[in-house]
């Protein structure tokens, strides 16, 4: 036979449990308490925050091109080189440069007797700098990085152009900046090719 006491402590321990079974009815239907929505066995996960854009790379988007003239009184060339690239030369050198210093497009229109590729091996092998890395060399393109003791982390692309079909080279344009520039200086090589334009020069013949 339970005593009062017994009893009491029975009634007590039963109402523990009551209150156990609807806090966990409740953790089932509303989720725990912490004011999460994810359901409960599924880990809630963000997703990483995406890596910023280069702030100080050259960006082919933002640039506009102008035409140059330059090369010589009776056989001018001319090509589009980005606005606001100055050059103190309008020779058959001549080399345009933006206001910071940082890129750059060189011409040189004196031609050459090499074809582009003989060009390309050439240019390649006389290339006197720290860390050189040839990236590519195909289609009269050589492409190219090194370590400029004063810059730093440069790259280089440069191009011959020939006329008779690969037999001697008539343009080389050389575009200039750093590696993180890659695009766009690939944009300004390939605009100022497009829009390159040679005298006729049916009699000529190149040095070498």
Sequence with gaps: MLTPRHQALLMTLAGMTVGVAVFGSVLAING????????????SSRPAPSTPSCIDCLQAGSL??????????????????????KSTDDGTRPRFIDPTGVWQIRFDTRGSSRSPAEQVDSRARS???????????DDGTLIYTYVDQT??????LSRWISTDGGE???????VGGRPK????????LE??????????????TRPN
Excluded: C, H
């Design 32 to 43: 725990d308490l912490t004011g999460s929505d994810t359901p409960a066995g599924i880990v």
């Design 64 to 85: 506009q091109y102008e035409l140059q003239t330059f090369g010589t009184r009776n056989e001018p060339v001319s090509a589009e080189v980005p606005v606001g690239w």
């Design 127 to 137: 290339i006197d700098e720290r860390d050189l890395k040839v990236i590519s060399r």
């Design 151 to 156: 810059r730093g982390p440069r790259m280089g």
């Design 168 to 174: 001697s080279s008539a343009v080389e344009i050389t």
């Design 181 to 188: 520039d890659e695009a766009a200086l690939r944009a300004v």
């Design 191 to 204: 605009r100022a090719t497009k829009t390159l334009q040679l005298p006729t020069s049916p009699n000529d």
